[in-house]
């Protein structure tokens, strides 16, 4: 399922991530992973803040110099990826990325281009996009979920 959403503002934007988590939380799901698409400043970091949001967590910032940042979250933690730095699989290893997969939780993961091929399957996959002036972005939602 494909669905496509216009937003106007970060606030928007963080409004959807928001929803798009409650969805989830909702659902009773222990386990999500939504991979994050789109070029740098579309507001891939604004859709994290407002999903952490929904998981009772202020202040997700970009995980860049990092690349991942632990949340503790109600009902499950969020593992937040930023992959911008990520060459290869190797630097995957070192992080610990399989580990994470396996854990109860949900993952979100900006710059999602740069793991196209260690993306799970079932991967839940969001794509911003720069549409019209300063703030307009399309955002699509592919999955099977909601
Ligand atoms: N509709 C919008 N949605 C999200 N961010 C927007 C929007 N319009 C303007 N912006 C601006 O774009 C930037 C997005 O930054 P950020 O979320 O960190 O991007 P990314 O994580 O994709 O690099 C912010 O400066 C934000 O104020
Ligand atoms: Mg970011």
């Not at 910032?61 to 933690?77: A, C, D, F, L, W």
């Not at 990520?86 to 854990?103: E, H, W």
Request: with cysteine.
């Amino acid at each position: 399922m494909t669905t496509q959403y216009r937003s106007a503002s970060p606030a928007e934007t963080e409004a959807l991530g928001r929803r798009l988590c409650e969805g989830l939380i909702q659902k009773g799901l222990r386990r999500a992973f939504v991979a994050l698409f789109g070029e740098m400043g579309v507001g891939k970091t604004a859709f994290a803040r407002g999903f952490g949001a929904a998981l009772g967590i202020s202040g997700v910032k970009s995980p860049t110099y990092t690349v991942v940042n632990e949340h503790r979250g109600t009902p499950v933690p969020l593992f937040h990826f930023d992959m911008y730095r990520i060459q290869d699989p190797d630097d995957l290893t070192s992080i610990g990325y399989d580990d994470y997969l396996m854990r109860e939780g949900y993952v979100l993961c900006e710059w999602s281009e740069r793991i196209e091929d260690e993306l799970p399957p079932d991967a839940i996959r969001v794509t911003v996009a720069r549409t019209d002036g300063e703030n307009g972005r399309s955002i699509t939602v592919q999955g099977d979920f909601a």
